[in-house]
């Protein structure tokens, strides 16, 4: 995964295993309190300059790897008509129970299954670092070229290897009234995968009992090159690449991050 300053109270990796049941269902209420809010308002400038400002109001957009559904909530509360998908259940549950109307599925991002076309996919927070195989990779983005209408556009981001050159061995640990969490993450250079150790204990309301939930989460590294050939490979066009800070990411939050922007093609079946 990435270096992260965690939101607000934790620095964190984040990251996750490339199986059919998602790492992030065990803590995904640890992720929706700790880390949901913390990317958005640090990544609005990027989003505003790459992708809003290109959008009509009412445009169909989907939310690639959703999460708990924060970034979604913004894409409906500017006009967007919006799908959200995400491989976790938890966090999917958590999504639908906070925005009710929006069409939330459950999917693999290799495997989009996709019944409309849209003029935008977004897909945010190093969400992609979470597909551990290039060619894992490049069937989201042929499944991403197949769901964008002629000449729609592809957003997304993520980390790059400075991004994980922080040294967070350490646990950092986070204490509310209800709950502790803890987390810390190591980074191989060879295979390039990152891998995040979560721990979550919830305050049950029983006689002071506290549950505990654990789970384990990878990311894998890509180079620009690898990620923008990828790209070049599955047919868009006027592919960039964008350091987060000539997008506008001034906080952390940009440190390692990069910013993709790619066309679908034109001449579509
Ligand atoms: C760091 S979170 C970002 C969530 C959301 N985009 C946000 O900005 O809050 C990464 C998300 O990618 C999802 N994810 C990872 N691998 C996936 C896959 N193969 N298919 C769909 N979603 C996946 C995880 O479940 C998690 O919700």
């Known amino acids: 995964m990435r270096r992260v300053q965690a939101p607000p109270r934790v620095t964190l990796l984040l990251g996750m295993a490339n199986t059919s049941i998602s790492s992030y269902d065990e803590i995904a209420g640890m992720y929706h309190e700790l880390w949901a809010d913390w990317y958005l308002p640090a990544a609005m400038p990027a989003l ?56 939330f599925r459950v999917q693999d991002a290799r495997d989009l299954q996709l019944e409309k076309r849209y003029d935008a996919v977004l897909s945010t927070f190093d969400s992609l670092n979470h597909i551990l195989e290039l060619d894992g990779l490049r069937r989201v983005f042929a499944g991403v070229q197949r769901s964008l209408k002629p000449g729609g556009l592809f957003l997304f981001d993520m980390n790059l290897e400075e ?35 979560l721990i979550w204990f919830v305050r049950t309301g029983q006689d002071n009992l506290w549950r505990q939930h654990r789970s384990v989460v990878k990311q894998q590294c890509y180079s620009q090159s690898e990620i923008l050939l990828a790209l070049t490979e599955a047919g868009f066009r006027g592919v960039e690449a964008v350091q987060s800070r000539d997008a506008g990411v001034v906080s952390e939050l940009g440190f390692g991050r990069v910013f993709f922007l790619a066309g679908a093609s034109v001449q579509r079946e």
């Not at 991004?163 to 969490?181: E, F, H, K, N, P």
């Not at 810390?184 to 995040?196: C, E, H, L, Q, Y």
């Open 163 to 197: 991004a994980y050159s922080a040294d967070l061995r350490q646990w950092a640990v986070d204490i509310s009234d209800t709950s502790v969490g803890l987390v810390r993450g190591v980074f191989d250079p060879i295979s390039k995968m990152a891998r995040t150790e």
């Open 48 to 103: 505003e300059r790459l992708l809003f400002s290109r959008l009509p109001h009412g445009a169909c957009v989907l939310d690639l790897c959703c999460g708990s559904g924060h970034v979604t909530k913004e894409l409906v509360a500017r006009g967007y008509q919006v799908t959200a998908v995400d491989n976790s259940a938890e966090l999917i549950a958590i999504a639908q129970r906070n925005l009710p109307g929006v069409d």
